[in-house]
Structure formats: structure tokens, C-alpha cells
């Protein structure tokens, strides 16, 4: 079945630092991948998006390029904001045709970005 | 323009109790999944409504049940509540089949006792 595998949080940063929470991914056929934000006491956010290989989403500073050859989908950030604290997750659909995708998720990283 | 909202936001049942969640789509959506995330985990697929149908459905048992109105509008069912069914409840709306972007509402916090 389809999996993702998130790095382990927290992540504690300052502000202004480099930001990289590594994704990988296993699945059957050809997924499209996202990262999704959580902000505390509220749902989850679509970030970005890149549906199919070497594509690059990028959205509010960050990005992430849908690595096919190492099933990956790292997300970067080249300086981050003390507002960018939040729990950040990494998905992939892959769904059977004649539905809408359902989502799988990695366990989330919390990230910290201190003043 | 609504986004997706869910009813209640916090919610405390007893062991062995029913519980009923509620979902109303994003505006011009269709369909409706519901995931289920427990403390400090992702979410987890539960199941996903179009067409008043339950079209597909994540490893969860027959007590997690479902429903969708002729108004697009769901309900989240689970019977004979566990310990273990505590944490958020959140709904996601799309429009159509194949792959579009999914909206998440901020869910509903359930706490089994």
C-alpha cells in the first residue's frame, strides 16, 4: 500500500535560518504529492502541490520538487518567520479511478521558529 | 464564500456511547471524506461520500459509519465508542472525481472517557 515517511520533529530554528523537512514516499503507481500546514487549534492547509515527476510546487516562500527517482518530495524554505511555526505535513493521493483521491499522510514535524 | 465547516468542535462521550459529527462541504464541492488524526499523528483515511454513496473507505471497522445529504452535507456515525476513538475528526471537501484540491475544515475534537 501507499506510505509516506516524514523526517522526525520538532525542529526548532531561529529566524531567518534554512528550513528542510525531508519526505519520502512509497506507492503503487504515479502520485501527486503535497505538503499540508496545521496551525494550532485549527485544520489543515494545502502549502503546495506538484503532480508529477520533477515538477516544482512552490507557495509562500517554500518549495518542494517531486523527486521520482528517490521518491522524495523534500520541503524548503530559505528563511523562515517566527509565523511559520506549525505542524507540516507531508501527502500523497494516488486514488481509484472514478473517485476523488483520498489522501494518505506522514506522521507531521513540528516546527519552532524562535525570535 | 464558506469554506467547510464541522459541528461540534469539542465533543465528550462515554465508553460505549454513539456519536454523530457533522460536515457541510466548501461551496460548489460535492464530495466529502473524513479523516481521522490522533494526537500528534497525520491524519488517517475513514471513508469518502459522493453521489449519497460511500465510494471508498480507509482500514477502519463497520462502527465508523457515514452519510451525505442530498445537500452534499455529511455525517460521521461511530457506535459502541473506545477509549481509543478519542482525537480530532476532520472533514474534507472536493469537487468532482479525479484529482482536485481538498479543503479541510478545523474539525471536531472528540474525547471518549
Known amino acids: 500500500g501507499n506510505s509516506v515517511t516524514q523526517m522526525e520533529g520538532p525542529v526548532t530554528l531561529s529566524e531567518e535560518a534554512f528550513l528542510t523537512i525531508n519526505c519520502t514516499y512509497t506507492?503503487?503507481?504515479?502520485?501527486?504529492l503535497f505538503w499540508y500546514v496545521q496551525y494550532p487549534g485549527e485544520g489543515l492547509q494545502l502549502l503546495l502541490k506538484?503532480?508529477?515527476?520533477?515538477d516544482k510546487g512552490s507557495n509562500k516562500g517554500f518549495e518542494a520538487t517531486y523527486r521520482k527517482e528517490t521518491t522524495s518530495f523534500h520541503l524548503e524554505k530559505g528563511s523562515v518567520q517566527v509565523s511559520d511555526s506549525a505542524v507540516y505535513f507531508c501527502?500523497?493521493?494516488?486514488?481509484?479511478?472514478?473517485?476523488?483521491?483520498?489522501?494518505?499522510f506522514g506522521s507531521g514535524t513540528q516546527l519552532t521558529v524562535l525570535p | 464564500d464558506a469554506g467547510v465547516t464541522q459541528s461540534p468542535t469539542h465533543l465528550i462521550k462515554t465508553r460505549g456511547q454513539q456519536v454523530t459529527l457533522r460536515c457541510s462541504p466548501k461551496?460548489?464541492?460535492?464530495?466529502v471524506s473524513w479523516y481521522q488524526q490522533a494526537l500528534g499523528q497525520g491524519p488517517q483515511f475513514i471513508f469518502q461520500?459522493?453521489?449519497?454513496?460511500?465510494?471508498q473507505r480507509g482500514n477502519f471497522p463497520d462502527r465508523f459509519s457515514g452519510h451525505q445529504f442530498p445537500n452534499y452535507s455529511s455525517e460521521l456515525n461511530v457506535n459502541a465508542l473506545l477509549l481509543g476513538d478519542s482525537a480530532l475528526y476532520l472533514c474534507?471537501?472536493?469537487?468532482?472525481?479525479?484529482?482536485?484540491?481538498?479543503?479541510f475544515g478545523q474539525g471536531t475534537r472528540l474525547t471518549v472517557v
Open positions: 461520500y459522493y453521489e449519497e454513496e460511500e465510494r
Open positions: 461551496s460548489g464541492h460535492d464530495t
Open positions: 474534507a471537501s472536493t469537487q468532482g472525481v479525479g484529482y482536485t484540491e481538498a479543503f
Open positions: 506507492a503503487t503507481g504515479y502520485p501527486s
Open positions: 501527502a500523497l493521493s494516488e486514488g481509484v479511478s472514478g473517485s476523488a483521491r483520498q489522501l494518505t
Open positions: 506538484a503532480t508529477k515527476a520533477d
